[in-house]
């Protein structure tokens, strides 16, 4: 069975900077494809980045140039760097994680994610 734990919220003012760990344990995985998904109070969750096998990566428009997701392939983990934080980015976190080849650069839908993290919640205050 594969755990995801997320590590690195808490509580930040406006123009400040997190990072968040994401850990899988268990039955791991050779190689996975890692997204991070947030969720706000009242609003449903939504992708903020991704980075597939192959080390490529896409990002929600609103993190554009302030957030950086990366990996760490020996160890199975992905980090999030979180900088210039706006209070709108206060959420819940939650990394997720879906098993892929080496060198695959497919992207993948909430849905299709197999684990998920249990989440890490992100205050930014003003």
């Known amino acids: 069975q594969v755990q995801l734990v997320e590590s690195g919220g808490g509580l930040v003012q406006a123009g400040g900077s997190l990072r968040l760990s994401c850990a899988a344990s268990?039955?791991?995985?050779?190689?996975?494809?890692f997204g991070w998904y947030r969720q706000a109070p009242g609003k449903q969750r939504e992708l903020v980045a991704t980075i597939t096998t192959a080390g490529t990566t896409n990002y929600a428009d609103s993190v554009k140039g302030r957030f950086t997701i990366s990996r760490d392939n020996t160890k199975n983990t992905a980090s999030l760097q979180m900088n210039s934080l706006k209070p709108e980015d206060t959420a819940i976190y939650y990394c997720a994680a879906n098993p892929a080849p080496y060198g695959s650069t497919a992207y993948y839908t909430e849905t299709d994610y197999q684990y998920w993290g249990q989440g890490t919640q992100v205050t930014v205050s003003e």
């Open positions: 268990g039955s791991t995985f050779r190689s996975a494809t």
